[in-house]
């Protein structure tokens, strides 16, 4: 599934964010599905959900910014627009 790499790859990404920032923890994600990424906000939930259980953003508030827009040169992707980070 598409999808699902798109989603082992956000992983990776915060995976490296967490380290980075010296956290064991995410508050908060904002990810934008393009409009041609073959998958809804509320199907990403869902798997966000399962694939986050034991990872870094198992607990992260997820906010999903859906795009309508098929022009858009990343209307195949799921971009991870921003993390929030615990402050030290």
């Given amino acids: 599934m598409h999808e699902m790499s798109l989603l082992r790859d956000l992983l990776q990404k ?18 934008k599905i393009g409009a041609l990424a073959h998958i809804s906000g509320e199907h ?3 798997h966000w959900h399962h694939a986050t259980t034991g990872h870094v ?4 508030r997820l906010e999903i910014i859906e795009s309508t827009d098929q022009d858009d040169p990343d209307a195949q992707e799921i971009i991870l627009v921003s993390v929030e980070v615990p402050e030290l």
């Avoid at 915060?14 to 990810?31: F, P, R």
């Fill in 14 to 31: 915060l995976d490296s964010l967490a380290a980075e920032n010296n956290t064991d923890h995410i508050v908060s994600a904002t990810v």
């Fill in 44 to 46: 990403f939930r869902e």
């Fill in 57 to 60: 953003a198992e607990h992260a």
